[in-house]
T-cell receptor, first 116, second 112 residues
């Protein structure tokens, strides 16, 4: 079945360090890929998305490129801030050609802690 | 901008009781999704509705039911509550054909 695998956390970085959170997926079709962020005690916020191979999603300094050949969608940021501390979820949806109807399938989440 | 509204935000129930969670989607959004997030877990899809009809079903127990009303709000009804039902329940909404789902703040259900 369709699934998403993320690197395990927590990831602890100093402010201004470079961030990579790995995400790989398994899907039978051509899914759309997302990164969601969850701050403590809050709901999920869409961070960025990519809908087809080689698309690059970007927002607030975060980037991720849809790599079909490696079935990956790694999240990167060049210089993290303390305010980036949160849980990050990689997700897929809308596997075209299947019966999926837009539901999101999430990875297990990666906790990021940024220290001053 | 208007966001997804969920009520209540917190709910405490005892085993075997019932609970009703409500979700009010963003205006002009006609699709609603329900997700369950256990402690330290990723959100799991429960059920979705499009134009008041069930469009997909995930790992939702038979004790749970849901519907979408004519004003597009949705309710998740949970009966015979068990300790394992304690979780955050998120509602998300989207427009038809829209791939972006916008999440509400969640309802934290605690079953004692």
């Amino acid at each position: 079945g369709n699934s998403v695998t993320q690197m395990e956390g927590p990831v602890t970085l100093s402010e201004e360090a470079f961030l990579t959170i790995n995400c790989t997926y398994t899907a039978t079709g051509y899914p759309s890929l997302f990164w969601y962020v969850q701050y403590p005690g809050e709901g999920l916020q869409l961070l960025l998305k990519a809908t087809k191979a080689d698309d690059k999603g970007s927002n607030k300094g975060f980037e991720a490129t849809y790599r079909k050949e490696t079935t990956s969608f790694h999240l990167e940021k060049g210089s993290v801030q303390v305010s980036d501390s949160a849980v990050y979820f990689c997700a897929l949806s809308g596997v075209h050609g299947s019966s999926n109807t837009g539901k999101l399938i999430f990875g297990q989440g990666t906790t990021l802690q940024v220290k001053p | 901008a208007a966001g997804v509204i969920q009520s209540p935000r917190h709910l405490i129930k005892e085993k075997r009781e019932t609970a009703t969670l409500k979700c009010y989607p963003i205006p002009r959004h006609d699709t609603v999704y329900w997700y369950q997030q256990g402690p330290g877990q990723d959100p799991q899809f429960l059920i979705s509705f499009y134009e008041k009809m069930q469009s997909d079903k995930g790992s939702i127990p038979d004790r749970f039911s849901a519907q979408q009303f004519s004003d597009y709000h949705s309710e998740l009804n949970m009966s015979s509550l068990e300790l394992g039902d304690s979780a955050l329940y998120f509602c998300a909404s989207s427009r038809e054909g829209g791939e972006e789902q916008y999440f509400g703040p969640g309802t934290r259900l605690t079953v004692t």
